[in-house]
């Protein structure tokens, strides 16, 4: 598997990469949340789930899907965990709920802005967790989805208002924001470059 800049391998990058340590905070800020079945949906090279599973004994099991078939064999074979499954399987498919199941947890990190279809995508996370489960969901700040994107992986780049206004089928909505590994409740003082969403059904 080929390292092209889109996906975080990181057994093929430096440990200091930026964009690297980003994705990790992201998982380690996700972690507290994680109990129970957890569903990493667009899990990628799979080593998410290295990181919520450390010393993490209430997750009974998580599970990963992501649609290319090369980052789910590369997971299999880099981070085949006991508690851990991975699928080829489309996020935008409507009969994920009834093939995986309802989950208390899931994690969705920098997938929503890469494709046509997000509120489908919200529907199908809504459907797959379970009533209480928590949605731990990130992207990008940017101009509106009605604006070019500066990143060719991206279709969308979401202003704060329209990335609360896809998630409005979720009870409650905590929005946190980050830059560099710092995540937190946004303050005034501060730039940030990324938002993410701590859902409630």
């Known amino acids: 598997m080929k390292y092209t800049g889109e996906r975080v391998i990181p057994?093929?990058?430096?440990?200091?990469?930026?964009m690297l340590i980003e994705h990790i905070a992201r998982y380690e800020f996700a972690k507290s949340f994680c109990k129970g079945r957890v569903l990493d949906i667009a899990c990628g090279s799979g080593y998410g789930s290295e990181?919520?599973?450390?010393?993490?004994?209430?997750?009974?099991?998580?599970?990963?899907i992501?649609?290319?078939?090369?980052?789910?064999?590369?997971?299999?074979?880099?981070y085949p965990f006991?508690?851990?499954?991975?699928?080829?399987?489309?996020?935008?498919?409507?009969?994920?709920?009834?093939?995986?199941?309802?989950?208390?947890?899931?994690?969705?990190?920098?997938?929503i802005e890469h494709f046509k279809g997000d509120e489908q995508f919200v529907e199908n996370l809504y459907n797959l967790l379970k009533p209480d489960g928590t949605l731990i969901i990130s992207t990008p700040f940017g101009r509106g989805k009605d604006h070019p994107c500066?990143?060719?992986?991206?279709?969308?780049?979401y202003?704060?208002?329209?990335?609360?206004?896809?998630?409005?089928?979720?009870?409650?909505?905590?929005?946190?924001?980050?830059?560099?590994?710092?995540?937190?409740?946004?303050?005034?003082d501060m730039k940030y470059y990324l938002m993410v969403a701590v859902c409630k059904k």
């Open 51 to 64: 990181i919520l599973l450390k010393d993490n004994p209430r997750i009974k099991e998580l599970v990963g």
């Open 82 to 111: 006991a508690k851990t499954s991975y699928h080829v399987d489309d996020a935008l498919n409507k009969d994920l709920y009834t093939i995986y199941g309802a989950f208390d947890t899931i994690v969705s990190f920098e997938t």
């Open 159 to 188: 202003t704060e208002e329209e990335f609360i206004d896809v998630l409005k089928p979720f009870g409650q909505v905590t929005m946190y924001h980050q830059i560099d590994t710092t995540i937190e409740i946004p303050r005034k």
């Open 66 to 78: 992501d649609i290319d078939q090369e980052s789910i064999a590369y997971a299999k074979e880099h």
């Open 11 to 18: 057994k093929l990058m430096n440990p200091r990469n930026g």
């Open 150 to 157: 500066s990143c060719p992986f991206h279709v969308y780049q």
